[in-house]
Nanobody, 120 residues
Framework: QVQLAESGGGLAQAGGSLRLSCVAS????????MGWFRQAPGKEREFVAS????????DYSDSVKGRFTISGDNAKSTVFLQMNNLKPEAPAVYFC?????????????WGKGTQVTVSS
């Protein structure tokens, strides 16, 4: 089993930055992809970014590409999401996720989420 714990969410100003962290624990060996989804009130869950442990390949949604950067620290089983140039959008909960296989469309493991609010 794998447990995921997010941190780093909070309130930021438009144009500011936040850095989210996700620490994986439990049976972390063999995890293939980790990444982030987000969900705003009244909206469906949206893919944000993913990180592949083998080769460090990354993928981003068009809405965050160029502003967000995902990275991983294998030794710490931790994935980060550096969010720059934040836009004044509706508050959203960012969920860390992980899977042992590709594609990263329906991850097997999920964190509880951390809320991100960007004010104008």
């Amino acid at each position: 089993q794998v447990q995921l714990a997010e941190s780093g969410g909070g309130l930021a100003q438009a144009g500011g930055s936040l850095r989210l962290s996700c620490v994986a624990s439990g049976r972390t060996f063999g995890l293939y992809d980790m990444g982030w989804f987000r969900q705003a009130p009244g909206k469906e869950r949206e893919f944000v970014a993913s990180f592949r442990w083998i080769g460090s390949a990354t993928d981003y949604s068009d809405s965050v590409k160029g502003r967000f950067t995902i990275s991983g620290d294998n030794a710490k089983s931790t994935v980060f999401l550096q969010m720059n140039n934040l836009k004044p959008e509706a508050p959203a909960v960012y969920f860390c996720s992980a899977d042992r296989t590709a594609p990263f469309t329906d991850p097997s493991y999920w964190g509880k989420g951390t809320q991100v609010t960007v004010s104008s």
